[in-house]
């Protein structure tokens, strides 16, 4: 990283020292220059004891009873989803998954972290939808940080100092006003890529794989039946958890982790510097035969089995684990149910079997993902 030596650790027994036994010495993430503020308040780029309290403050919005009041929003969500699949089904045309499913994932966390009802996968023109595509429009994030620095391009120099220094300040009993529009930023951008990206590759995966969509879709039409999906009732669903799990091991959306020693350390004979970056390689490790069996092949019922922990690392690990996991699960697992009681994915002649990738830090495939539908019913 520039001058400063960093070390890509994938052995399992020295990264559970740095998740979890050792986690006060890697509490923080990597060390980002130039993040703009308000960004720069966001959960994610917080250290040490200012990320406790709003980690702390945070944390129980993403409790079972508020997830349990999120589900019938998601829901609606999902039915808009599967009505817009089966207006397109059966006439062969090629569909753009990640448009459908990015537009999903716009409604969801505009209703979960804003409390705002868009409709994005039909108005296009929603103000909010259109301010937010333009975001996304650069997936570089070069061309990210510049576009949310100019929502403090009003500030003047004093301004923006007295501000970050108001919100250093408020650290008491709740987020100042600041670090609101900070934790909004990261929620809405990792809220919006990560869940899209993974039903792409979901759709993908039971496209190429259609005797297991068929039994994903007989567990639900078995535990369900016409029931709706729901945050108690989508538990019964062990196969569709499987698939989801599956997909994000062969497919995580962010393929590394990486973490900061706040102090020197050794584990396992290995010296680790004061300062310097671990970077925790989850695309490779998850496509590691010492972990799993013939690691290339898309086959859910290697979660039935007993595996190492640390082996799987989609959502991170330990007390600094993705805070919205279990939103993101829900959401994919509401989506899946809804869309195959209703369409079929099905490939189209020049859809590839094995992805490949662009080089970013965010897994994106060089093509987009086009499938075929076909009505359920």
Not at 30 to 52: C, E, Q, S, T, Y
Not at 191 to 203: C, I, M, Q, R
Not at 208 to 233: A, F, S
Not at 277 to 293: L, S
Request: hydrophobic share 40%.
């Amino acid at each position: 990283m520039g001058k400063q030596k960093a070390l890509v650790i994938s052995d399992p027994d020295i990264l559970k020292e740095v998740f979890v036994k050792s986690f006060n010495t890697f509490r923080n993430r990597m060390r980002v220059p130039m993040i703009p503020f308000p960004l720069n308040l966001g959960l994610f780029f917080l250290d040490d004891a200012h990320w406790k309290r709003v980690r702390s403050i945070v944390s129980p919005g993403f409790s079972s009873s508020k997830l349990r009041l999120m589900c019938g929003a998601i829901n609606e969500c999902a039915t808009t989803l599967a009505n817009n699949f089966s207006k397109v089904a059966g006439n062969n045309k090629a569909v753009n998954m990640k448009e459908y499913f990015g537009a999903y994932a716009m409604d969801v966390i505009s209703r979960t972290a804003f409390g705002v009802k868009v409709d994005s996968q039909n108005d296009f023109h929603n103000p909010f939808v259109a301010n937010a595509q333009e975001i996304f429009k650069h997936t570089k994030e070069r061309r990210l940080l510049p576009i949310i620095a100019a929502l403090d391009a009003l500030r003047d120099d004093n301004g923006y100092a007295a501000n970050r220094e108001k919100s250093k300040k408020d650290t008491i009993r709740g987020l100042s006003t600041d670090e609101v529009v900070g934790q909004g930023i990261n929620f809405f951008a990792a809220g919006y890529e990560t869940t899209a990206s993974t039903l792409t590759f979901a759709s993908h995966s039971l496209a190429v794989n259609p005797d297991i969509q068929e039994q994903v879709y007989h567990e639900i039409k078995e535990m369900l039946g016409n029931e709706e999906p729901n945050y108690d009732n989508i538990g019964k669903l062990k196969y569709l958890n499987n698939v989801i799990t599956e997909t994000l091991r062969l497919f995580p959306p962010v393929i590394a982790l990486h973490r900061r020693a706040s102090e020197a350390i050794q584990i396992k004979g290995l010296t680790i510097q004061k300062g310097q970056t671990i970077f925790i390689p989850v695309f490779a490790m998850q496509r590691d035969p010492e972990f799993f069996k013939n690691p290339y092949s898309f086959s859910p019922e290697r979660h039935d089995e007993h595996s190492h922990p640390l082996s799987f690392l989609a959502f991170g690990y330990g007390p600094r684990k993705c805070i919205g996991m279990r939103l993101a699960l829900i959401e994919a697992k509401i989506a899946l149910v809804h869309l195959l009681r209703t369409v079929k994915f099905e490939c189209l002649p020049d859809t590839p079997e094995v992805l490949t990738f662009k080089k970013t830090n965010f897994l994106q495939t060089d093509k987009e993902i086009r499938l075929k539908l076909s009505s359920r019913c």
